[in-house]
């Protein structure tokens, strides 16, 4: 079984710093995807940001990047340039890569606050 | 715009009473889809995996005849919640696979509250 763990359960920074949220994962498998999701007080959970863990590019998006470690089983998000929307419950999320399975396994979040 | 559906997005009900939450993959097919609960201040635990035109596979502790599960067309899994309880209450949310990269989006969610 997998496992995801985020050891921050809270986190706050000044508008426009750059904060970086922690993930560490279990598993056995060698082929999976990585996401980290945003969830705003709406509870609507909105895609980040994803990796494909055969790829050792680091993924990005705009103000998010990733920094993933594979043989440490680590998935960081940075976000730079903070911004007031950006406050939310950040999840980081794993999924294996078979077709027809995709049930993901959250770690328990991590509360970011955009101070302004 | 939005490619996952729920409705209704808050519903209140009598505890006994039954209640059907509906996810709707907009303008492609979802041959699987998948429920999730999250608890207030909690993260998100798989409830069940909906497969059209099959029975739905839960995860252990997941209570097969409280929570029923239809797939009935690649575009539309409706959860029903049988008979239920104050403990039930909860948020409820769907999620589907969309597009070539395997990438998950989620409905906007239903928020449950039995009384």
């Known amino acids: 079984a997998q496992t995801v763990t985020q050891s921050q359960p809270e986190m706050s920074v000044q508008e426009a710093e750059t904060v970086t949220l922690s993930c560490t994962y279990d598993?056995?498998?060698?082929?999976?995807?990585l996401f980290w999701y945003k969830q705003p007080p709406s509870r609507q959970m909105i895609l980040v940001i994803r990796?494909?863990?055969?790829?050792?590019q680091n993924a990005t998006e705009n103000r998010f990047s990733v920094n993933f470690q594979k043989a440490a089983k680590s998935f960081s998000l940075k976000i730079s340039d903070s911004q007031l929307g950006d406050t939310a419950m950040y999840f980081c999320a794993f999924m294996k890569h078979v077709r027809g399975n995709e049930k993901l396994t959250f770690g328990t979040g991590t509360r970011l606050t955009i101070i302004p | 715009g939005a490619v996952v559906s729920q409705h209704p997005s808050r519903v209140i009900c009598k505890s006994g009473t039954s209640v059907k939450i509906e996810c709707r993959s907009l303008?492609?097919?979802?041959?699987?889809m998948f429920w999730y609960r999250q608890f207030p201040k909690q993260s998100l635990m798989l409830m069940a995996t909906?497969?059209?035109?099959?029975?739905?596979?839960?995860e252990q502790g997941v209570e097969k005849d409280k929570f029923l599960i239809n797939h009935a067309s690649l575009t539309l899994s409706t959860l029903t919640v049988t008979s239920a309880h104050p403990e039930d209450s909860s948020f409820y949310i769907c999620?589907?696979?969309f597009g070539p990269g395997n990438t998950i989006y989620f409905g906007e969610g239903s928020w449950l509250t039995v009384v």
């Open positions: 990796q494909e863990a055969y790829k050792q």
């Open positions: 598993t056995s498998e060698n082929n999976y995807y």
């Open positions: 303008d492609f097919q979802a041959t699987t």
């Open positions: 909906s497969n059209e035109g099959s029975k739905a596979t839960y």
């Open positions: 999620s589907a696979r």
